[in-house]
Every structure is written in structure tokens, then in C-alpha cells.
């Protein structure tokens, strides 16, 4: 399980061609990536996340985006994820609940997305 200990929402970001709203979430425990959530509208009052990256992004080689050694890492598809909570539906779920309900993320989600109640 991965245990937040901050998210920050991070604006609106472009990834394969589609638009979604980006919530950076740090763990509690040290040693764990950053995980980058995007989410989207999932057109019935609530929000869909369906792309997570793992970032080990390092701001030493990092400092114009490079994506040479794979800063950041899909993790999004179960198949390849087996070490990650990403590859457990159940706890996929659980980690998007608590990300919305972190702080103000929901409201900065509404104010990207829509109004949505």
C-alpha cells in the first residue's frame, strides 16, 4: 500500500494526446517515488484515474524534463507492475479516494474539470 504523506495538485498536463488534471503524492515512507495521478472526469459526478506514473525524476540530470533513463515509469498497467499497489485494483482504488480526499485536491479537481457536485 502506498501511504500519503502530501499530494499537491499540479495543473493540467497533456500526456498521449489527452488532457488530464495532475496530482503529485509523496509516501510517508522513505525510499518510495513520488507517484503522478491523473485524473478526469468520469462524466457521472466523480473522477476516473486512469493513468499513474512513478517519477525518479532527478533534478541533478532532470532540470529540462529529460526522459533518457526513465524518469518517469507507467505504472498504470497491472501486467507489468506486480511490485507496485498500482497492480491491485482494490488498492488502486483505495490510493484514488485518498488522494481526493487530501486537503483541498477534490475542490482544485472541480475547479480543473468542470463543476462537478
Not at 491491485?88 to 479516494?97: S, T, V
Amino acid at each position: 500500500m502506498y501511504t500519503i504523506k502530501h499530494a499537491e495538485y499540479r495543473g493540467m498536463v497533456k500526456q498521449g494526446g489527452e488532457q488530464y488534471a495532475q496530482v503529485a503524492v509523496q509516501s510517508l515512507l522513505s525510499g518510495q517515488p513520488e507517484v503522478l495521478a491523473h485524473f478526469v472526469s468520469d462524466g457521472r459526478g466523480g473522477y476516473d484515474m486512469p493513468l499513474l506514473l512513478e517519477s525518479h525524476a532527478d533534478l541533478d540530470i532532470d532540470w529540462y524534463e529529460n526522459n533518457l533513463h526513465q524518469a518517469f515509469v507507467d505504472i498504470t498497467d497491472p501486467q507489468g507492475t506486480s511490485r507496485s499497489f498500482a497492480a491491485d485494483p482494490k488498492a488502486r482504488e483505495q490510493f484514488k479516494k485518498e488522494v481526493l480526499s487530501y486537503g483541498d485536491i477534490r475542490e482544485k479537481l472541480q475547479n480543473a474539470l468542470g463543476d462537478i457536485k
